[in-house]
């Protein structure tokens, strides 16, 4: 099954930057499509793959940042290839 995340990560601090960026660079260096924007980052590709690596990098960005937040959006369906119609 194929599926389609939007991730938001959210560190509360002044220096939020960094935590952010190392969030990133892991989703890229997973060969998962990967789509950036600059208010989320999306991945797409086979559910257990893209929930593995989900997982893996959630919980590095966690213990690396005391206070921090990560929003998440799941479609059941593999949405990379989406154009608008209007």
């Known amino acids: 099954m194929e599926i389609s995340v939007e991730l938001t990560l959210t560190p509360l601090q002044n220096n939020f930057e960094p935590p952010i960026i190392a969030f990133i660079k892991a989703l ?6 990967i789509k950036e924007t600059p208010l989320s980052t999306q991945v797409y590709g086979e559910f257990s793959s893209v929930m593995a690596l989900i997982t893996d990098v959630t ?25 608008p119609t209007f």
Do not use: P, Q, W
């Open 28 to 33: 890229r260096a997973s060969g998962c499509t």
């Open 59 to 83: 919980k590095t960005a966690f213990e690396n940042t005391e206070h921090i937040i990560l929003n998440m959006k799941l479609v059941k369906s593999n949405r990379s290839d989406y154009e």
